[in-house]
């Protein structure tokens, strides 16, 4: 947490015959006996005591609203002789969180690039079957070099191949963009590409095939590989049409 951030703690307050207590507010809580104060981890109050409230959330509950001290801190409660101590709890306040870190290294250094074209899976299909990948995500960092935050003014294609030195085989292959903004996408057959058959009369149970999912923006001349799978075709054993 980001010390001077505001945060929350419950507590538990009662008599000591387990009896709830309720205050409406830290004015009622004060008048009581109550109070809290921070210590560091040495047991030496802070310098600069953290502001704070507290809200009834009935039967006993008690919210406390503080603001996070710097460093490591620790709530003390100062408990009326008549009641049940709800323990201390303790607290770091740090220059920066997760949070902070990310958004500091996305404004230095934009969304890292993603530079890998190893292959994704896409796992199996039965050949002669239809065939859907579901939804894909283009990763950010493979066109925002480009200046690209979207896929706005893109068109998409996909072909498969075995080898490089196979023609691409496109036919029949649906390649479809769902979310401009959300940078997703998917490919999808319905009739089974004669072209990705196993070999006829051959005994092969699988063949494995890749997929290149392109993104072409004419207007600008550029064209962009973000998505590469593998995808294995296996042998069918239902052959009925």
């Known amino acids: 947490m980001i010390a001077g951030d505001t945060i929350g703690k419950v507590v538990y307050l009662q008599t000591l015959a387990g009896l709830p207590l309720s205050y409406a507010n830290k004015a009622a809580f004060q008048a009581d006996g109550w109070d809290i104060s921070w210590v560091d981890t040495t047991g030496t109050a802070l310098t600069s005591q953290p502001t704070w409230t507290v809200v009834n959330l009935s039967n006993g509950r008690h919210l406390i609203g503080y603001t996070v001290p710097s460093g490591v801190g620790i709530a003390k409660p100062t408990v009326p002789s008549t009641y049940t101590d709800p323990g201390t709890w303790a607290v770091e306040g740090q220059s920066y969180d997760e949070d902070s870190l990310a958004a500091l290294m996305l404004t230095s250094q934009g969304t890292p690039t993603v530079q890998s074209a190893t292959d994704g899976d896409l796992g199996d299909v039965v050949m002669g079957d239809s065939w859907h990948s579901g939804t894909l995500t283009v990763p950010a960092g493979k066109i925002s070099n480009f200046g690209y935050t979207t896929l706005s003014g893109f068109t998409i294609s996909a072909a498969f191949k075995q080898d490089p030195s ?68 296996v042998w069918q054993r239902d052959t009925s049409t």
């Not at 196979?166 to 057959?189: D, E, H, K, R, Y």
């Open 166 to 233: 196979q023609s691409p085989i496109t036919s029949g292959i649906t390649a479809t963009i769902l979310s401009n903004s959300g940078l997703t996408c998917s490919v999808s057959w319905d009739t089974f590409p004669t072209g990705m058959n196993l070999s006829s009369g051959s005994s092969d149970l699988s063949a494995q095939w890749y997929l290149d999912v392109q993104l072409k923006n004419s207007g600008a001349g550029r064209i962009l590989t973000p998505l590469r799978y593998s995808l294995r075709v």
